[in-house]
């Protein structure tokens, strides 16, 4: 059994700092095997966090946390600070049901002091949290912790504009793990960032600039410029010195040596700081730092073997992604005009493949939402057909666009959108709890919901050939089992499907959960409608259905406040019919990370459950049962 002397005597942080500095390392590499050892037992983000630990150290060193505010972007390289702010035990639990978060959460942890888990909000909240404690008097700072990936993002530029003139003490640490501008990292740096972060260095800075401003303004303004240049000629920090922030790096992230000194003279200067720290994904772990994207987003493995990358087991079923994979690639070889966007998720939303086979039209924009569909616009205003593969959850941030850009101009724009519904281990910020509630108020938009593989590919068929905005929404994971079709054949749009007939009761099913309403149609002998089509709705089938039966059931694995059941009941009154109604869906709140079942049974979503709320239903209106 692999032993942590160093890591068992820290409980908190302020065990951490009775450390001496020499013993600040072997504790990053007992930190960094513990991380290994209890990922692979139960899954969770990898590569980010081994990348992350001698930071971790370094900030909870130096800073007297959790009074000083650290705020991490996005939140999935936190499991080390987890483990030295008293969370160590709760590991075992990581990103399982009831147990803690994979993602920074206040309610877990003081040290938590802003709940994250979406990129590009650190700067933000740390720079309220910088004024907020400059208007009280209190003399703590606030550090954001950013990667590289999230600084694409407009919000964190538009944090960065904000916070250079806000001359608050807001610290904003760039942890780079990928950027191919930065310069080697080496003793000539190191030497210089000390050397500039230095009370002499800062000292004769302000010094020389009061001095200075007493002289006619151009020869300020020559001496100001003449800084900045020379100090753009060794270092890129020109661009953040220019919205104001005082520039420092770029350091080694792995070297304690560099990091604890820099960050304990950044301590004691005032203003808006900002940190180029240089990193390793999978730092420490041979298999993660030579892959990476493979090591990010882990199941349980053993990981001294490593990870399996082996071809899929026969018979295996398709998941939804896959079937978008393959249906992207064979519309792109038919019709040369589809082009495919993501937000920097290629992996997640199956583009990979894509991108291979077709690199000319193929666009990752980065983590940055809002441009994507604004782009996507464009494109389609001159004749393109783009498809944008976006999650449920990152889709809120581009709703303005999708409203203004693209739904207002009738553009045809696909939006194929993935882990619609539950998403199980990355919990409440990650569910795509609400895009049927939000889509379906927009005009012009057509919006499916696929029951299995086979409907999605046909799905998305019919939205890449309807001139106008269209979104698909399936979730993540695998279906029924049911193979997809080859060709690309399309489905009517605003056309239901009646899969079983039954009486007094008939249960409307959108999604997925089509699979568990036909095992309640067959306890309760109701009929069972897969609806498709959220928007247009079929009025015609449920004219039909609501006439002849009792009881309107809805199923859908989206918040039931203004989703899909929400649209059937505008439909009864536009159609002028009275029915009681039962909707289903999920509840009127944050739903936690665990297993699907889990949470299905939580939230009362398995099938025996919704039987027995619909007997409950039915005994309310007077239905014998």
Known sequence: MTSFPLLDRIESPQELRKLDRKELQPLADELRGFLIDSVSKTGGHLSSNLG??????????????PEDRIVWDVGHQTYGHKVLTGRREGMATLRHYEGISGFPRRCESPYDTFGTAHSSTSISAALGMAIAAQRAGQARKAIAVIGDGAMSAGM??????????????????????EMSISPPVGALNKHLSRLLSGRIFNGARDIGKRFLEQLPPPVFEFA????????????????????????????????????????????DLKGPLFLHVI????????????????????????????????????????????????????????DPRLMAITPAMREGSGLVRFEQEHPDRYFDVGIAEQHALTFAAGLACEGAKPVVAIYSTFLQRAYDQLIHDIALQNLPVVLAIDRGGLVGADGATHHGAYDLSFLTCIPNMVVMAPADEDECRKMLTTAFR???????????????????????????????????????????????????????????DATVVNMRFIKPLDLETLRAVAESH????????????????????????ELDIARPMLRLGLPDRFIDHGDQGQLMKEIALT????????????????LIV
């Open 52 to 65: 992350t630990v001698e930071l971790t150290i370094a900030l909870h060193y130096v800073f007297n946390t």
């Open 279 to 334: 990193t390793r994904k999978g730092q420490g772990y041979k298999l993660a730092e030579n892959d990476p994207i493979l090591y990010h987003g882990v199941a349980k493995f053993d990981h001294t073997e490593g990870i399996a990358t082996g071809a899929p087991k026969t018979g295996s079923k398709q998941t939804f992604t896959q079937v978008f994979s393959d249906w992207l690639c064979d519309m792109a070889n038919e």
């Open 466 to 524: 309807h001139d106008g905005p269209t979104a698909v929404r399936y979730p993540r994971g695998s279906g029924t089992g049911v193979i997809p079709d080859a060709a690309l054949t399309p489905l009517p749009i605003g056309k239901a499907e009646i899969r079983r007939n039954g009486t007094r009761v008939a249960l409307l099913a959108f999604g997925t959960l089509l699979s568990s309403a036909l095992k309640v149609g067959d306890a309760l």
């Open 224 to 267: 100001r410029r003449t800084e900045e240049h020379v100090k753009g000629m060794m270092m890129p920090g020109t661009l953040f010195e220019e919205f104001g922030f005082r520039y420092f790096g770029p350091i080694d992230g792995h070297d304690l040596d560099a990091l604890v000194p820099m960050l304990q003279n950044l301590r």
């Open 156 to 177: 964190a530029f538009e944090a960065l504009n904000n916070a250079g003139v806000a001359e608050s003490d807001v610290l904003v640490i760039l942890n780079d793990n």
């Open 607 to 622: 099938a025996d459950q919704i039987v027995a709320r619909i007997r409950t239903k039915m005994d309310a209106i007077g």
């Open 550 to 573: 009792e009881l309107i059931v809805t199923l859908e694995e989206n918040a039931v406040i203004g989703g899909a059941g929400s649209e059937v009941a505008r439909g009864l009154e």
